[in-house]
């Protein structure tokens, strides 16, 4: 096509800019993704503490129940349930889900 023939579609909608997130915000989506790093980095450091290899008189509680996997649990947890509700408070209530 020619560029005489071509020309932009007028648009009624303003342009929106980019938005930064709040520093609160940020902190909060920060804390699982953290919390889970160092639950990696305390197992990474004292491997005794995840026992896998002793399976003399282990139960289900001594293998799941370990303080590093609790940790990962945990921040894993915090950042797929948790966190979504509270950047949403505190970006003002504002939901993402178009029919909420």
Known sequence: ???EIVTDIPSNDP??????RPVRALAVQVLGPVTVVCGIVWAVAQPYRIVLRNSEGRGFYDY???GPLLVILVGLVFAL?????LVDDLAGGVSRDPEA
């Open 1 to 3: 096509m020619s560029s």
């Open 15 to 20: 342009q929106l800019g980019v938005q930064r």
């Open 64 to 66: 799941v129940f370990q």
């Open 81 to 85: 349930a948790i966190a979504p509700g």
